[in-house]
């Protein structure tokens, strides 16, 4: 299931990429972009599944930090 929604996923990225650059479709920069998001995406989620207490207060944080996290390494990439 978790696999399904990661795989379903990416397409969507890429169209919402393609339109915000004003593109008719996503070209292979922007399906390159999406699959970096959604890439980060999943080892963030992944990464705070294996290693963080589920008992701790701060769970969601460290989720919600974590994909945050993915996502500026990810942006460094595209701006470098």
């Keep these: 299931m978790w ?3 990661d795989r379903q996923a990416e ?7 393609a339109r915000r650059s004003g593109l008719a479709a996503p070209d292979l920069a922007v ?3 999406a ?3 959604n ?3 999943r080892a963030a989620v992944e990464h705070h599944a ?6 701790a207060d701060d769970a969601a944080d460290g989720a919600e930090a974590g994909v945050s ?5 990810a942006a ?5």
């Design 3 to 5: 696999l399904e929604a």
């Design 11 to 17: 397409p969507v990225f890429a169209e919402a990429l």
């Design 31 to 33: 399906v390159v972009q």
């Design 35 to 37: 699959a970096m998001i």
């Design 39 to 41: 890439a980060a995406l």
């Design 50 to 55: 294996f290693h963080a207490d589920p008992a």
């Design 69 to 73: 996290e993915a996502l500026l390494l």
């Design 76 to 80: 460094r990439v595209f701006s470098g």
